[in-house]
């Protein structure tokens, strides 16, 4: 019989007050207000603590606390991944984020969902992995729900990167006299 944790990573409905799995949430809660804590000038007190949150890729990781996540184990990020202030990722499921990747302030990253089923909604949740591409832009307070995956970021052309605004692309509303 499967744990509430493999549960709920596999995105089968499953009880979050599983004393494991609560465990599990304290700790990465912990490591967040450490985190929290930090001053800028302690760079390398921020990386130990970001190594220990994440599951994968806290080495390179840029961030701007105050962050936030679940359980912070369950989040995979490729190279230098950058989050601004103020961000959410509850990762009750695993989150994917590609190399090279930029969230604005105030993003937040919402695996979970939660049954129809009133007399089920009390007690079991569920959730959707989220799946983030190299290259790509979140812009501030953006959401992103669960099920998302949005891949390679490129622009207009087919080539990676973000896309370029100029003047010729502009059109501008004809004017009539009157």
């Known amino acids: 019989m499967k744990s509430e944790r493999e549960k709920m990573l596999a995105g ?3 009880d979050s007050m599983d004393a494991e799995v609560v465990a599990l949430r304290t700790c990465a809660r912990g490591l967040c207000a450490a985190l929290i804590a930090t001053g800028d000038g302690q760079a390398e007190e921020r990386r130990r603590i970001l190594r220990e949150l994440f599951g994968a890729g806290g080495e390179s990781l840029g961030m701007q606390p105050p962050f936030y996540c ?4 369950n989040i995979e990020l490729g190279e230098r991944v950058f989050f601004n202030f103020n961000c959410v990722v509850l990762d009750v499921c695993p989150v994917r984020i590609g190399s090279f990747t930029l969230f604005g302030p105030g993003v937040q990253i919402l695996p979970p969902l939660h049954p129809f089923e009133a007399h089920l909604r009390g007690k079991l949740e569920c959730g959707k992995p989220v799946e983030i591409g190299a290259d790509v832009w979140v812009g501030g307070a953006a959401i992103i729900l669960a099920g998302v995956q949005r891949r390679r970021c490129r622009d207009r052309r ?5 896309a370029r605004r100029t003047g010729r692309h502009v ?3 004809a004017t009539r006299a009157e």
Not at 158 to 162: N, P, T
Request: glycine content about 20%; cysteine-free.
């Open 158 to 162: 087919g080539k990676r990167g973000h």
């Open 171 to 173: 059109r501008r509303p």
């Open 70 to 73: 679940d359980y912070g184990a």
């Open 12 to 14: 089968e409905l499953y």
